[in-house]
């Protein structure tokens, strides 16, 4: 097997004020892996035996409720860790992260966990900003889902897709991984029909452009007046 | 001025596994303060000057929207640390803190927080577990709005009062604390309409008691049917 280099994991969040000779001992106890497209990488309820960091691609965190409902909690970027249910004092993972698109992650046995953020304070602190950024993001959601029409939701979280992951294309903004209309349902706590009705609104009036799991922005600044609820008064 | 008691928070979860003499370095270190019904303890967007223990008293968490919208995002009871922006990254507070009665508090500079959680690492992962479950909870929020019927989520909501606070009395279940229909609105993001029509509803089947900032569920088994979606099918 070969050294996995630290040039993966130097300028990534999680690593930022780590010793270089620090951040060789954490990859050396890591394990590489693939995870194809549509596959999980952690499944919700199931004991948390490794943490992750998502080196290449996206993540979706979808939790399921007792009737079988999905709701995607959040989608996750290049660079960021997942599956920290041991920082969180949990046992188990409190959802199900899913591939995206095809990724490759680094694990690490959860027992680990204790160790590094003792042994690296920056590890340690750098990951309960993460944390922090999640809770508020969290928080976000739950005041968007009190005080947001349907409309304004699936505005903002094209929009926050865009800041997230956006591409640049002839078209305009495009979100860089295969995303449904059902997906974004359940992003929004919507059904699929709204989510299809407001998409092609939007592109009759030349807002955005979408496909089979593709969807780009063409018009982010008119996007957001949708977003912010102001589309009412123009 | 009188010294503050270790007694006064050994036990409590943010301190478990300090010895007796870091739990008196770290009072010796707080201030004690008195915060009256209806008065912030700390304001959203203000720069995070301390963080708190809250030793008695109910407080209500609330973020407001740039349109003026309130949400209650949860309510703090006594034991619990509120305020701790700086364990999260962040430099301002990220929501308002009220006091729903009469509290006492103990504050700390902000910038004893990283010192706290270098030299005392229990109380770093203390936090970590109660940060970890704060999220665990806003996801559930998240879920509930994205999957549930606005029925459902006042049922949810009265059911978590009376089990973080609920006091038995000869009518069933208080909660423990004054709160009114409207703030039973602005934690389930519908309107002060809704809720009592609910509540009427409720009282008349005899799931509930309410009056004047009073709430006191008679029959929690019945509360969770309805809470859990079942009621149609009954």
Chains 1, 2 share one sequence.
């Not at 050396?28 to 999980?40: H, I, N, T, Y």
């Not at 993001?137 to 979280?157: F, G, L, P, Y």
């Not at 989510?195 to 600044?221: M, Y």
Request: charged residues 25%.
């Amino acid at each position: 097997m070969s050294r996995l280099d630290r040039s993966l994991i130097a300028g990534l969040p999680p690593f930022q004020g780590l010793a270089p000779d620090d951040m060789d001992r954490i990859l050396g106890l890591a394990r590489s892996l693939r995870v194809p497209k549509d596959q999980p990488i952690f499944e919700q309820e199931v004991q948390a035996h490794s943490f992750f960091l998502l080196l290449d691609g996206h993540v979706r965190v979808v939790k399921s409720t007792p009737g079988g409902q999905d709701v995607i909690v959040r989608y996750i970027s290049a660079g960021e860790l997942i599956g920290i249910a041991h920082a969180l004092g949990l046992t188990a993972y409190p959802a199900t992260a899913i591939a995206a698109v095809d990724c490759v992650v680094l694990a690490w046995a959860g027992s680990l966990w204790a160790e590094f953020a003792a042994k690296y304070p920056a590890f340690g602190s750098n990951t309960f900003r993460t944390v922090g950024n999640r809770l508020q993001d969290a928080h976000a959601r739950v005041v968007e889902m009190a005080t947001e029409q349907v409309e304004q939701r699936v505005a903002n979280a094209l929009l926050k897709l865009v800041r997230q992951t956006g591409k640049r294309t002839d078209e305009g903004l495009l979100i860089d991984f295969p995303i449904s209309r059902q997906d974004i349902a359940e992003m929004t706590g919507t059904t699929l029909h709204t989510v299809s009705r407001l998409l092609v609104a939007w592109e009759e009036k030349g807002l955005v452009k979408s496909g089979r799991q593709k969807v780009t922005v063409v018009q982010p600044h008119r996007l957001l007046v949708v977003a912010e609820g102001r589309g009412k008064r123009d």
